[in-house]
C-alpha cells in the first residue's frame, strides 16, 4: 500500500539572506527531483524582545508584512528560477505571524523534508546553529536539511556521492532509507561510513583492533545488505573506522555532495548529533547536509 503524499511537499524557511537563497534554490531542485510541490514559509516574529525594553511603533507590524511578503515573493522567483526551464515546479507560499520553532515543528508534521539556511538576517535563519535550529532537528516530523550559502565547495556536484553516517540505531536506520533514496535519485555512489567509537585509538591499549574492524566490517555489510537489495542501481562503498565520528564525517564531507545522518542513535554519528558533535558537524560540514526525522 502506497503512502500518502504530505500536503506541504518540500517545506523551505526563508528570510532574504544569502543562506535562505540557496536553502530556497536546494529544495527547488529537491522538490522537482521528488516531483513534490515546494511550500516557502516565512516566519515573522512579532514578538522580539529587546533590551532595555521599548515599544514599537505604530507603524511595526505593517513594516514586518511587507518585508515578509517581499521576502516571500523573492523567494518564489529564485525558486523557479532555480529548476530547468523543461520542468514544472508547484509553488506555495505561507507568511506566518508567530515564532519560528513551534510554527516549523507544526508545518513539518504535513511536509516530506524541512530545508533551512546555515545562517542569515531573520529570527529562523540568524539561530539556526543555536536555539533555533537545535529544536527543529530535535522536534521537527520529517527530516531536516541545512544549507550553506556557498555550494562552490562541493568540487563536483553532478557527480559527488551522498555519504551516511551509521550507526545500526533505528534513526540510523531512517538516515539510510534517506541516503539510500537520495543517492538512487542522484545516479550517485553512496558511501556508507561507520565510526565504532568516539574514543582516540590512543586511549584504548591493548584492544584488538584487527578483530573490532572486522566485526564492524561485517556489521556493517549486513546493515547494508536489504537496502542494497531495494536500491541495486545505488553502487555502495562501505567504510568502517575506529576514529571520532565528527572528524570522520567532517574530513569525507569534502568530496561528497550530501550528508545524511540520523537524529539520535546509540553511537557514532547519530548518537553524538545532537551532543558533543553537533557544533562540529553544522558548523564545519559546508555541504548540505539532511538529518533523518522520525514521523
Known amino acids: 500500500m502506497s503512502v500518502p503524499l504530505k500536503q506541504h511537499g518540500i517545506v523551505v524557511g526563508v528570510d532574504g539572506s544569502p543562506a535562505s537563497g540557496a536553502a530556497v534554490c536546494w529544495a527547488a531542485r529537491e522538490a522537482v527531483m521528488r516531483n513534490l510541490p515546494l511550500t516557502v514559509v516565512n516566519v515573522v516574529n512579532a514578538d ?37 526551464a523543461d520542468r514544472k515546479l508547484g509553488v506555495k507560499s505561507e507568511l506566518v505571524f508567530s515564532t519560528p520553532v513551534p510554527t516549523m515543528v507544526e508545518i513539518s ?26 529544536s527543529l532537528v530535535r522536534r521537527a516530523s520529517c527530516p531536516v536539511a541545512v544549507i550553506h550559502d556557498d555550494d562552490s565547495v562541493i568540487p563536483d556536484p553532478q557527480h559527488a556521492p551522498v ?12 538516515a539510510t532509507a534517506v541516503a539510500f533514496d537520495e543517492a538512487s535519485r542522484r ?7 561507520h565510526a ?21 566490517e561485517l556489521s556493517l555489510a549486513e546493515r547494508l545488505a536489504g537496502w542494497r537489495e531495494r536500491y541495486p542501481d545505488v ?13 570522520q564525517l567532517v574530513e569525507r564531507s569534502a568530496s561528497a555532495q550530501l550528508v545524511v545522518v540520523g537524529s539520535h542513535g546509540r553511537g557514532g554519528f547519530s ?11 553544522l558548523h564545519s560540514v559546508r555541504v548540505p547536509l539532511i538529518v533523518a526525522r522520525p514521523s
Request: charged share 20%; with cysteine; net charge negative.
Open 48 to 84: 522580539v524582545a529587546t533590551w532595555p525594553p521599548m515599544p514599537y511603533p505604530e507603524t511595526w507590524g505593517v513594516w514586518q508584512e511587507d518585508e515578509g511578503r517581499k521576502i516571500v515573493a523573492n523567494a518564489v522567483k529564485l525558486a523557479k528560477e532555480a529548476i530547468p
Open 109 to 134: 508534521s504535513e511536509a516530506e523534508m524541512v530545508v533551512v539556511g546555515s545562517s542569515g538576517r531573520g529570527a529562523l535563519a540568524r539561530g539556526l546553529l543555536g536555539s533555533v535550529s537545535s
Open 163 to 174: 555519504l551516511l553516517g551509521i550507526d545500526g540505531s533505528p534513526v540510523s536506520e531512517l
Open 187 to 193: 545516479g550517485v555512489e553512496l558511501i556508507a561510513l
Open 196 to 216: 565504532w567509537s568516539d574514543i582516540e585509538v590512543v586511549e584504548l591499549p591493548g584492544l584488538d583492533f584487527s578483530a573490532v574492524q572486522e566485526e564492524a
Open 235 to 247: 553502487p555502495v562503498r562501505r567504510i568502517a573506522v575506529c576514529d571520532r565520528p565528527a572528524r
Open 271 to 281: 548518537g553524538m548529533l545532537l551532543g558533543s558533535v553537533s557544533n562540529a558537524v
